[in-house]
């Protein structure tokens, strides 16, 4: 066992884990991070999606030691201070960006790392950015919609489906 210590949510977690111990692992299992989510294990949903020192990264394609001493951020360190929803947040709740919910984490934070990099994205970088973020109700289309909502643009012109 080795122990790692990194910054989650703005708070000091440490633990002590396994060589093998994915970072999802950890925010889920010692972490209690349960917003995290696991869909597949060929490193393609996208469920997983945290962010690790500002980029966002598939925290299933990482192990956990490889993220000691590193500042992350998941989907339980989104919301506002208040604990009211963020734009990102607020803007899928407002354009049906979510069905069941389960994708919903990481789009968020895939979602962020994009319009931080990118604050105002066409509709086609928007596709292209979650090209790794499946998910399996929506058809993406409002997922789009909300992001590009977030990022202050008039989706109006973005035809309903
Ligand atoms: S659980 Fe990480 S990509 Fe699917
Ligand atoms: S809302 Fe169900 S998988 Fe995306």
Do not use: W
Request: overall charge negative; some cysteine; charged content about 20%.
């Amino acid at each position: 066992m080795t122990k790692v210590t990194m910054t989650v949510n703005g708070k000091p977690a440490s633990g002590d884990v396994e060589g093998r111990t994915l970072l999802v692992q950890f925010l889920r299992e010692n972490l209690r991070l349960t917003g995290t989510h696991v869909g597949c294990d060929t490193s393609q949903c996208g469920a997983c999606v945290v962010h690790v020192d500002g980029k966002a990264v598939k925290s299933c394609t990482m192990l956990a030691a490889e993220a000691d001493g590193a500042e992350v951020t998941t989907i339980e360190g989104m919301a506002n201070a208040d604990g009211s929803l963020n734009t990102i947040q607020q803007a899928f709740q407002d354009h049906h960006g979510l069905q069941c919910g389960f994708c919903t984490p990481g789009m968020v934070m895939s979602a962020s790392a994009l319009l931080a990099d990118n604050p105002r994205p066409t509709e086609a970088e928007v596709r292209d950015y979650l090209e790794g973020n499946i998910c399996r109700c929506t058809g993406y289309h409002n997922i789009v919609k909300a992001i590009m909502a977030a990022s202050g643009q008039d989706v109006g012109a973005i035809a309903a489906e």
